[in-house]
């Protein structure tokens, strides 16, 4: 791995560290969970009435899984989209409630929140030869720029199409302004539109453990979802792969148990103000138990978001039709027990004017400890290029202290 480039294992390869597959682990209590990105929530096929030993089936999942609280009495045909009963017998009575004007929602609350940041979030459906599928998208202008992930609209970048849906039911065809990879981040316009409610930008760098967050979205294609839960961790590196060039897609993320699941990709992280502090990209899985079939569970509470701090300044350059660039330290690293081994340093780069050598470890960036390469890498991206940190390693077991002023990947630079 490196600071943003080539990792030592060869181009296109999975770093060493990374989890091992869900399904290849060795462990007798089943896979070792996975951080992975979210995958675009496929369309829902076709509706048709379920019958006999199919409809029992759908029936008992939704009773176990998620029927505690509704007392067994009814549960949701998702073939259907209409209530079914769950037993035999006399149909359930229920008392008429005089129609009332709901309280206005209290500052701070989940559904002051909700009223605020919806019309902001749109659902993104993606149309390629392989398939259909759909994610998640923030308005950033009143005129259509919305913000969403790379991996959600990547597959419209080959022949195919985009089509936004807002919060007022109306829809409209979109084309990709810029993607960048290496963050997992991507900015599209919706073709023709005006008048659009754009997001609050908040700070990520505002926020502590244990405040609480909302995540709002499109998880399975069912639009305009609101979770709530809290911030769990915060500079959590997170390693979602790498591309053909072997450069990895590597973020400080923030860590929630907002319920996140396929499909909320893209989807804005609010803080208890409706203020965006981070983009919705990925979760830690397990598999599933299911009897018909190994699969990969949904939200498990270990969510991850981009904060958004780290990658407005990405952004500003994806929405200007500009080539993003990022801040490097021109080495390439490898996992220490101690921080993130040098394997290689670039002639001529900042490492290498602050005598920086292979065989050293760095252990800390501006006295952030550095537990690894992901964690290098992570903590390098969340600065700019020409920005300058202090930099400490070992060296023989002696520490080293340098201020560098990062590179940048810029063609030529």
């Known amino acids: 791995m490196s600071d943003g480039h080539t990792p030592p294992q060869g181009a296109g390869q999975p770093p060493e560290h990374q989890p091992t597959h869900p399904y290849a682990s060795p ?33 008992t999942s939704l009773l176990v899984g998620g029927g505690a609280g509704f007392g067994g009495a009814a549960v949701w045909d998702a073939a259907q989209d209409e209530p079914t009963s769950s037993a035999q017998g006399d149909p359930v009575s229920t008392a008429t409630v005089a129609d009332q004007t709901p309280a206005p929602a209290a ?41 969403t992930n790379n991996h959600v609209v990547e597959g419209a970048e080959a022949g195919g199409t985009l089509t936004v849906s807002f919060d007022d039911g109306t829809s409209a065809e979109a084309e990709i302004l810029g993607t960048d990879p290496l963050t997992d981040t991507a900015v599209i316009q919706a073709q023709d539109v005006s008048g659009l409610t754009a997001a609050t930008i908040g700070k990520s760098a505002n926020l502590g453990v244990g405040e609480g967050v909302v995540a709002i979205g499109s998880p399975f294609g069912l639009d305009a979802t609101v979770t709530s839960g809290i911030v769990s961790a915060l500079d959590r ?23 996140i699941n396929p499909g909320n990709s893209g989807g804005p992280l609010v803080d208890m103000t409706g203020a965006v502090v981070g983009i919705n990209s990925s979760i830690r899985t397990a598999a599933s138990g299911s009897p018909y079939g190994q699969g990969e569970s949904g939200s498990i509470g270990l969510g991850f978001a981009i904060p958004i701090d780290e990658v407005m300044p990405i952004v500003d350059q994806m929405a200007a039709g500009e080539t993003p660039t990022h801040a490097r330290l021109g080495i390439r690293i490898d996992d220490d027990e101690a921080g993130a081994l040098i394997v290689e340093v670039t002639e001529g780069s900042t490492a290498a004017e602050a005598g920086i050598e292979p065989g050293d470890v760095i252990t800390e960036i501006d006295g952030r400890r550095i537990t ?20 400490t390693w070992t060296r023989d077991g002696e520490s080293q202290e340098a201020d560098v002023t990062l590179d940048s990947d810029a063609a030529g630079s």
């Not at 070792?32 to 089936?57: D, I, K």
């Not at 903590?379 to 300058?388: A, K, L, M, N, V």
């Open 27 to 59: 462990s007798p209590y089943g896979p070792e969970p996975q951080t992975q990105q979210l995958p675009r929530a496929a369309e829902p096929a076709p509706r048709r009435r379920r019958t006999g030993l199919a409809a029992a089936v759908l029936a």
């Open 237 to 259: 590196p997170v390693n979602v792969g790498s591309d053909d060039q072997g450069n990895a897609t590597t973020y400080p993320a923030i860590q929630t148990d907002a319920a």
């Open 372 to 391: 690894g390469a992901d964690s290098l890498v992570a903590t390098i991206r969340s600065y700019r290029p020409g920005d300058e940190v202090s930099v």
């Open 107 to 147: 500052d701070g609350s989940v559904e002051s929140v909700a009223q605020k940041v919806l019309p902001s979030v749109v659902k993104i459906d993606v149309a390629t030869p392989q398939g259909e599928a759909s994610g998640s998208g923030i308005i950033l202008t009143s005129d259509g720029t919305i913000l």
